[in-house]
RNA sequence: CGGGGUGUAGCUCAGUCUGGUAGAGCGCUGCGUUUGGGACGCAGAGGUCGCGGGUUCAGAUCCCGCCGCCCCGACCA
């Protein structure tokens, strides 16, 4: 049936919401797609729920296309689930019911798709993919960006079951290429990254990030192509830095008052990338740990979490003073007996230090010769890094992450019990993946990267409606009836038309329908109904022409 | 959780400093004119000024407390 946008609840808005700030957020809003109840958690209008559900057809065909079952589980979870497998983040809500047990509501599904898992006995059962659409909640301590980050969304989660880790490389190969070609569906820009594995310490992780004007990832890639990684875990090479004379031994220069790596640059006249700076931290053991990185650098947190193996925090003031013996501005590496990880590029050089001495430092501090750490990489790439790769420039832009494909062996299978019996008779915990995809996010990134000042240009593939008919009346009802057989005979076609039979002024409609965003655009209106034609045009301007109506049909299924 | 901002009509906002009848534009309803890029006229509807307490003859406005929402940071399987 054709849609009739007099008789549709897509109210669109002249102006952005006054609290948006993504692109995407402000256009889905201002095209009648979402709308915000809470903070972090939106209702899909029927305009959105429709691009939603396209994107999630695409999704269910290529997963089924790799042998996925999609499958449902619940969103309310017995909360003994959870404290089976450890896992008690912060952002787990969590309720009662009457008799007072205990419920949660999960961010993701791993315990549940491997309670039943139980139930896959033998090797021959296996490999198993199985996936479902459903439900996330997250108590995320501050969501934002319309879709960009929620408390509540849908998620295609997949999970996958093997005998072993080779068997579990062909699993996690299938997702990976399924994800590439559900991404080229979706007409997305992306980029398959090695993801920061964190604590969970996943043996492969990788990440999709979609380059985007509002995200929450930075993408480092290379000019040339040949490398991509998120900023977390990017590994750039930095510039060599100006060193000034070499020094015998290290030499304590008087450095009052310097706390700063740009004061102490200077004071001595020096570059600032001839420098190394100290940061003290505590393991979750309360070992404290010195990171080194150059002057003009940063720790990058995630790669020292990698490093660590541990959670870990800033030291306190009195940790810093009592293991020190200075205070946080005069740290170094030299003399000191706490391990020090110091990052790569302060391999070769001679840096200075502090003197572990407040207001003084030394010159010509030289790893190896003076001390002697763990070498690393634990400094964040940044902006005139060389690719690692080839030493092309390296390019920084916003992402979202839209997918997130990893190992998690037998994390959720050994504490659950789901073992199975191999082919040698014995018995082994099952070797897990977890696969997931957020269709929201995937929304917000198709707007963030297909629009214009106008509106939003939506792909063929999720497009709400393949063709908006527009009927310039004017009260003209042969018009009205012209547009309506129009209408009736695209829908015919196999078509989703929306129809714009409103009796509203020709800008109006032309600025809605730019603002929604379907791929084709058809004008009916006393101007062509002479010489019995439609203007077609499409909503990425490549087309503006002239159709005869007799015709019209014939080229929009043909474009 | 730390920092910043904000809350007045459906939307975008003024009014708050300096207390005194609650406003504008857009949108909405009716009638008329208009109709290929957000028209115009006339007449109308619509607000416990986020919530609670206090000061005052009088509170959107001043004071205290709380809440919601946004941004930056922390956090983010």
């Not at 604590?199 to 000019?223: H, I, K, R, W, Y």
């Not at 203007?535 to 043909?558: F, H, N, P």
Request: aromatic share 8%; hydrophobic share 40%.
């Amino acid at each position: 049936m054709v849609a009739r946008q007099s008789q549709l609840f897509i109210p669109t808005l002249r102006e952005a919401p006054a609290d948006a700030e993504a692109v995407s957020h402000k256009l889905l809003v201002r095209g009648g797609y979402i709308r915000q109840v809470s903070a972090g958690v939106w209702t899909f209008l029927p305009l959105g729920w429709r691009v939603h559900q396209n994107v999630v057809q695409i999704i269910r065909e290529e997963m089924d296309a790799i042998g996925g079952q999609e499958m449902l589980m619940p969103v309310l979870t017995p909360a003994e689930l959870w404290e089976t497998t450890g896992r008690d983040y912060p952002e787990i809500f969590r309720l009662e019911d009457r008799a007072g047990r205990r419920f949660i509501l999960p961010m993701t599904h791993e315990e549940t798709v491997t309670f039943h898992a139980r139930e896959i006995q033998s090797y021959r059962q296996l490999p198993q993919i199985l996936y479902h659409f459903s439900i996330k909640e997250r108590d995320e301590p501050r969501p934002r960006g319309g879709l960009l980050r929620m408390r509540e969304f849908i998620m295609k989660d997949a999970y996958t079951f093997d005998r072993n880790e080779d068997e579990f490389a062909r699993s996690f190969e299938l997702h990976r290429q399924a994800y590439h070609r559900m991404l080229e569906r979706l007409g997305l820009e992306f980029y398959e990254v090695e993801a920061e594995s964190g604590m969970m310490g996943g043996q492969q992780s990788q990440d999709f990030l979609c380059p985007a004007g509002s995200g929450e990832n930075t993408l480092v890639t290379c000019e040339h192509g040949d490398y991509a990684a998120d900023l977390e875990i990017a590994r750039g090479v930095p510039r060599t830095p100006s060193f000034p004379a070499t020094e015998e031994v290290p030499k304590e220069v008087a450095t009052p008052g310097v706390t700063t790596i740009e004061s102490l640059a200077e004071l001595l006249g020096i570059d600032a990338a001839a420098t190394s700076k100290a940061m003290p931290v505590v393991k979750t053991d309360g070992t404290l740990v010195l990171g080194l990185v150059r002057g003009d650098d940063r720790l990058a947190e995630s790669k020292m979490l990698g490093v660590l193996k541990s959670d870990y925090r800033p030291a306190t003031d009195e940790e810093i003073r009592s293991a020190f013996g200075a205070s946080g501005g005069s740290l170094g590496p030299v003399g000191v007996s706490v391990h020090v990880v110091a990052d790569d590029a302060l391999r070769e050089g001679q840096f200075v230090a502090g003197a572990n001495r407040d207001g003084w430092h030394l010159l010509g501090v030289e790893a190896g010769r003076d001390y002697a750490p763990r070498f690393a990489d634990i400094r964040e790439a940044r902006e005139g890094d060389r690719c690692p790769v080839c030493s092309g420039e390296l390019r920084f832009q916003t992402a979202i992450e839209v997918g997130h494909i990893f190992n998690f062996g037998s994390r959720y299978s050994e504490p659950l019990g789901a073992t199975f019996l191999d082919e040698d008779g014995t018995e082994k915990p099952l070797i897990g993946g977890s696969y997931g995809i957020g269709p929201a996010r995937v929304m917000a990134a198709v707007v963030e990267q297909s629009h214009d000042g106008n509106g939003i240009v939506w792909p063929k593939s999720i497009a709400p409606y393949d063709v908006h008919v527009l009927a310039l009346h004017g009260g003209s009802a042969e018009v009205l009836m012209r547009a309506e057989q129009l209408a009736a005979a695209l829908e015919e076609g196999g078509l989703d038309v929306l129809y714009d039979e409103r009796d509203e002024r020709p800008g109006e409609k032309f600025a809605d329908a730019d603002l929604i965003g379907c791929p084709t655009r058809i004008i009916v209106g006393k101007k062509t109904l002479d010489d019995g034609a439609v203007d077609v045009r499409t909503r990425d301007g490549a087309i503006d022409e002239r159709v005869s109506s007799s015709e019209v049909v014939k080229w929009v299924l043909q474009h």
